[in-house]
């Protein structure tokens, strides 16, 4: 786990449980679309594009600013 993935981890964790409890209820296609969790500094977690939502994990969560810069 690098810095920045400490730093959010608390964040990183609910928006996998997010993906997860989506894709079971049926809310999301599989792979369709992207979940984002805008954060108290501006940047900004998302899932990645054609990643089953409910195969999410901890490490496929990307960190952008908000100009849509990859921080991580």
């Known amino acids: 786990m ?3 993935q400490k730093t959010y981890q608390k964040e ?6 997010a993906c997860h409890r989506c894709a079971e209820l049926g809310y999301v296609t599989s ?8 954060l108290s500094d ?3 977690l998302i899932t ?6 409910l195969r999410m994990k901890f490490e496929d969560i990307c960190v952008i600013d908000e100009k849509g810069n ?3």
Do not use: W
């Open 31 to 38: 792979s369709g679309g992207n979940l984002s969790y805008r």
């Open 12 to 17: 990183i964790e609910e928006i996998v449980e």
């Open 2 to 4: 690098n810095e920045i």
């Open 70 to 72: 990859e921080v991580f």
């Open 48 to 53: 990645p594009t054609k990643t089953p939502k």
């Open 42 to 44: 501006g940047n900004i």
